[in-house]
């Protein structure tokens, strides 16, 4: 019965690969996203969606690609990775309108 | 803009000794505010948040907060520490625009 859950939770590929992080979240949540924690473990939001629609987009470059099939669902595709994509990925979700975001148990992406 | 400031990035105490994390936020209204702990390899947990109403909020594992308007601040405190509390700290705040702004985090070590 897990809130929050996000697969893989390790990603180990090659540069120029592209991945796909999957998230679902059975809360009955709106609003879903995506933050980047680096390597000094600082947390940046990089996306949210609320029903299936873009609301947030943080400057992230395009080869980030985030899709929501449904509401209950956030996956976010990276194309041509880079070293420096390489973090650990969280998704969350929340009825939004600044209210508490859960979070899933993150995505360990290292990129070689 | 929002910002929030953790200064201190590492805290060592004995274990049964009473903590005290600071966090102060800059945001131009009445903000939503929140903390979280990140235990070694894992996802971001909600302690506690503050919406309105009482600016002293209990939390769980024994954690509360104080808002305090006039220093925009929102420390976190415990009265005695366990060993089980070693993990990072996070300070965030979340405006009307439903993105979590976040400190760098405190990194908390408990010594028996």
């Known amino acids: 019965d897990t809130a929050v859950s996000q697969t893989p939770k390790y990603l180990v590929t090659q540069m120029g690969n592209d991945k796909s992080i999957k998230c679902e979240q059975n809360?009955?949540?709106?609003?879903m996203y995506w933050y980047k924690q680096d390597s000094k473990k600082f947390l940046k939001i990089m996306f949210s969606y609320n029903n299936k629609e873009l609301i947030i987009n943080e400057t992230v470059p395009n080869r980030f690609s985030p899709k929501s099939p449904d509401k209950a669902h956030l996956n976010l595709h990276i194309n041509s990775l880079e070293l420096g994509d390489s973090a650990v990925y969280f998704c969350a979700s929340s009825q939004g309108g600044g209210e508490t975001q859960y979070f899933g148990p993150g995505t360990r992406l290292l990129v070689l | 803009a929002q910002s929030v400031t953790q200064p201190d990035i590492h805290i060592t105490v004995s274990e049964g000794a009473s903590l005290e994390l600071r966090c102060n936020y800059s945001?131009?209204?009445?903000?939503?505010l929140f903390w979280y702990v990140q235990s070694p390899g894992q996802g971001l947990q909600l302690l506690l948040k503050y919406f309105s109403g009482d600016t002293l909020v209990q939390g769980i594992k024994g954690f509360e907060a104080e808002f305090k308007r006039s220093q925009s601040s929102f420390n976190l405190r415990k009265p005695s520490v366990h060993w089980s509390d070693a993990a990072e700290y996070f300070c965030a705040v979340a405006g009307n625009t439903d993105k979590l702004i976040f400190g760098t985090g405190t990194r908390l070590q408990v010594f028996p």
């Open positions: 945001y131009g209204a009445t903000p939503y």
């Open positions: 809360l009955g949540h709106d609003t």
